[in-house]
């Protein structure tokens, strides 16, 4: 009884709003409306980079891999991503990158789950993409870090995000509307391996945590910066993809 005394309590005094619409919700979570709009991928998409097929043969045709990924594949080996980049999901992650919004990364870390554990489980590091120093002071928080950290809280099995073995060198201004070669230029020699990490990463399996794939220009670099340092197979998790 007091405990739900309690929880009347609190949420008379600061109701639990849905993260994609400021709609008062019950609990933390998404209200129904923004549940029936998500947007979910399948697991009929690209094993490369995570692009949603349409035509269920296509991945029995060529092996599991679009046709972007055959003509110019990224510098990672698998990607995965649980939603379509567009409301209420484009919403969502616009608020917890800069509306200080950080309560949205559970919500966010829950919907990446069932892809992302596979990948956990595989991987002998996790680390979020790398956000600069200088944007890092500017925003406070690393978006992709919240999200390695509350999802390795959820299902990571005590299992810690390692940040050392990928620094982000170069600030680069926001992609917003760059072609993906202007993306692709402006991220070479963003990303390094410090000397002295090199030796933890050669052979090993790296899983890369962010929120939004758009062209994988970033995701690319970071990933071809540590197969430069030897390291065996590179996957990301994102919680969307432009499509
Ligand atoms: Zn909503
Ligand atoms: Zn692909």
Redesign the pocket.
Known sequence: MLKLAFKMAEQLIAPHLCPACDAEVADRGLCSNCWIDLKLISSQA?G????PFDIPMIDVLNGH??G??LMDPPDFDHAVSALVYADPTRRMILALKHGDRQDIAPVLARIMAPKTIPLIEAADFILPLPLHRSRFFKRRFNQSAELTRQILALHGGGRMMDTRILIRKKATPPQGKKSKAQRISAMRGAFQVPTDQRHRVKGKHILIIDDVLTTGASLSSAARCLKLADAREISVSTVARVC
């Open positions: 690209c490369q980079c995570g692009l891999v679009c972007q990924c």
